[in-house]
């Protein structure tokens, strides 16, 4: 199984909810990844999870709360956005390589989120 | 934040010609990899040349890597309008991953 995948494909909330995006990857990778990337922007790392442990945090607002249960799932939770965070969030994972960085990284298709 | 440029910022082709990109960055790195985006969705990984290597192939693609300069370039051979997405590099450092803002190929038919 070499899929990323992440739910919903779409997201529409107010300023006022509380919504989680999900990832999930059955490949055995150790780091996982959230990305923002807004319409013919490059994505832009917010968060990195390495042995389910946090150790990337791109300066996000605290309005977004990464979570990884498991080697397995990531989630982002979201509260109280702002419309200037509508983007599309790719969710990635890898292996860790050691010395000489990371390997490949595997994208899941998005979550396309759109704040009222 | 981006670690560096890609030019061209669009790129329009015929089929079979073939196309170049190039990204530049400002720190070390680890490696250098080449994605794909088609319109609105993922990424897929083409490649990942690592800081001590020069040159790789992976079948149509040649990515060459000069790290005295600080970059790269993606060729693609013998184009074809299904390459038709926009392309990105992006950096390793220390596990610090940073795409490039990116390239968009048009490959006409």
């Known amino acids: 199984d070499t899929e990323v995948t992440q739910t919903p494909k779409h997201l529409v909330m107010g300023m006022t909810n509380k919504k989680s995006l999900k990832c999930e990857q059955h490949?055995?990778?150790?780091?996982m990844y959230w990305y923002k990337q807004k319409a013919k922007k490059p994505p832009e790392l917010m968060f990195v999870?390495?042995?389910?442990?946090?150790?990337i945090n791109e300066s996000v607002p605290s309005r977004f709360s990464p979570e990884c249960p498991n080697s397995s799932l990531l989630n982002l939770h979201l509260h109280a956005l702002q419309p200037e965070d509508s983007a599309l969030y790719l969710c990635?994972?890898?292996?860790?390589?050691?010395?000489?960085?990371?390997?490949?990284?595997?994208f899941g298709p998005g979550t396309r989120l759109t704040v009222l | 934040s981006q670690q560096g440029e890609e030019d061209p910022q669009a790129l329009s082709i015929q089929e079979g010609e073939n196309a170049t990109m190039n990204c530049s960055y400002k720190t070390s790195i680890n490696n250098l990899q080449w994605y794909r985006q088609n319109s609105g969705r993922g990424l897929v990984h083409l490649i990942l040349i690592r800081s001590n290597e020069r040159e790789k192939h992976s079948g149509r693609l040649r990515v060459t890597l000069d790290t005295s300069k600080k970059s790269s370039s993606l060729l693609i051979t013998a184009s074809r309008a299904a390459d038709t997405a926009s392309y990105f590099c992006?950096?390793?450092?220390?596990?610090?991953?940073?795409f490039g803002a990116g390239t968009r190929l048009t490959v006409k038919p």
């Open positions: 990635a994972s890898s292996q860790p390589s050691g010395g000489d960085g990371y390997n490949e990284q595997f």
């Open positions: 490949m055995g990778h150790r780091a």
């Open positions: 999870y390495s042995y389910e442990k946090l150790s």
């Open positions: 992006a950096t390793d450092n220390n596990n610090d991953m940073r």
